[in-house]
Structures are given as C-alpha cells and as structure tokens.
C-alpha cells in the first residue's frame, strides 16, 4: 500500500478494515526518516488542514511544539485545560506560545454542565479519577478534534507501561492516526534538544516534577523512578485516557 499524498481525508478516511492498513503503510514509509521529515509529511503532504498537535505544555513538550513551529507555526495545537492544572503550567503554555511564535493553540476546557453535574463539589478526581479525566480531558478533546484526521502527540517509549514498543503511526480506534515523532526518542534525547535550541524549562521540573498533569494527580519523581511514576501514585491508573481506545469509556459515555 503506497500512502497517498496531499490526501484529503475528511470525506475519505479509510474504511475500518484500510485504517490500520494505511498506518502501517505510513509508519513503514518513514520508518527510516527522522522526526522532522515524518512532521513535515504528516502536516504538508499526508493531512494537509486535517492534523492538530495536541500538548499538556509539560515538561518535555517544548520538543515537539519547537519542531512543529519550525515546520507551519499556525499548525492546530491542542491543550486541555482541566482547571485542576498547576498555575506554572498555564504561566509555561504562554512563554512558550510567546517564544515559538505559535499562532493556533487552542485551550479547551470542559463543559461547565458536565462538571456542575457530575463534580460539583471539585473532588471528583479522587473518588472517581477515571470520570474525572472523562468529563475534563476524553470529552473535551473529542470535541476539539471534530473535523481532524489525525493528531500528533509527543509520548515516548521510554515512559514505560502502556507507552513501551510505542510505534511512530497508529490507526486509532475513533477513525484517526496518532502521529508519535518522539515514539522512539530517549530522555538524553530530550534534554540535549532543550540544550541544543535552549528552550526554557518547565518551573516545576527543577522542583522534581519529571511529568506534569493536574495538580491533584501529579507528585515528584525520586531518583531512579520512570518518568511518569508521580502520576496518579498509588493508583492502578497510568493514563488519563485520551490515549486509551475509545470503548474503554462507554460506561460514562455522554452520547458525544
Ligand atoms: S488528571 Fe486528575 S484532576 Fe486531572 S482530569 Fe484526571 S483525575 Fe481529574
């Protein structure tokens, strides 16, 4: 299968059974090309107007958000704003937004019936972590990607769990691709970018905060622990959801 260029996908996404092959045919075409080639494919020529990157603006997520501005700074860019986020985070979102010249980021925050409903009292996070990121991250971001073909998000490999073995292009199970540049990148990697573009640092990770989500759910990182050892500690939960197949929420499905 030869990936189609400059493809128009909104009214021809692959039919389930070609939406897994078409990742795969992608992944293997650029499978030996470096991050920016596959960025500039994916935003010029596979899903031209059809991708968003989505980005926490954690501690890792000046990478991506530098390599992408390089390519098309007006490039769709996707941020939840939970409201349960560290006020660094928000203060970090601007610099780097000032910084990069990014000219498209759009933060989404949840429905504020939603969160009258189902979380009035602002604890939701701790007795029902699962809806908590439901109603404030899985929700949202549905509707934020409403009319897009694909996503390019910024997880590693090297974060471990679920994110292991993680490939450069996958089919996702609600019709998208998730484009995953940095699938393969290691922390050294990571750190020798920041250098290399001297890019500023999240206020927080100084502090020990190797990975950076909502205030509630997000603890420091002891020396020798996987980098997203500090989210959700103590819990079975490892991911917030939006990474997750889709069916994994019919129990608190809306109807979106
Ligand atoms: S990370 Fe925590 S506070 Fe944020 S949406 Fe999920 S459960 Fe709620």
Redesign the pocket.
């Known amino acids: 299968m030869t990936v189609a260029r400059a493809r128009v996908l909104s009214d021809t996404w692959p039919a389930a059974s070609d939406h897994a092959a078409f990742a795969a045919a992608l992944d293997a075409e650029y499978a030996e090309a470096d991050e920016l080639t596959l960025l500039e494919a994916t935003i010029h020529q596979v899903f031209p107007g059809q991708v968003a990157l989505t980005s926490s603006f954690g501690a890792e997520a000046a990478v991506l958000l530098h390599l992408v501005a390089g390519i098309d700074p007006a490039t769709p860019v996707i941020f939840l704003d ?1 409201g ?2 560290f006020g660094e985070t928000l203060r970090y979102r601007d610099t780097l937004v000032d910084r990069l010249g990014l000219r498209d980021v759009r933060s989404i925050t949840p429905d504020p019936q939603r969160v009258e409903d189902l979380d009035a009292d602002g604890v ?2 701790y007795g029902n ?2 809806m ?2 439901y ?3 899985v929700e949202p971001l549905d509707r934020a990607l409403t009319g897009f073909a694909a996503t390019i998000t910024g997880r590693k490999g090297f974060h471990g769990g679920a994110r292991s073995g993680l490939p450069r292009v996958e089919a996702a199970d609600d019709g998208r691709f998730k484009i995953n540049p940095l699938a393969q990148w290691q922390k050294a990697d990571v750190d020798a970018y920041f250098d290399a573009h001297d890019l500023p640092r999240h206020p927080l990770e100084a502090d020990g905060f190797l990975s950076i ?6 603890d420091r990182v002891a020396p020798g622990e996987e980098v997203r050892a500090g ?2 500690r103590g819990r079975q ?1 490892t991911e ?2 939006i990474h997750l197949p889709k069916g994994r929420w019919q129990p608190f499905d809306s109807g979106i």
């Not at 989500?213 to 997000?218: D, E, F, H, L």
Request: some cysteine; glycine content about 8%; proline content about 9%.
């Open positions: 939970t349960k986020l939701l996070w972590p699962d908590c990121c109603i404030r991250k989500g909502c205030m509630p759910c997000t989210r959700w939960k917030c959801g």
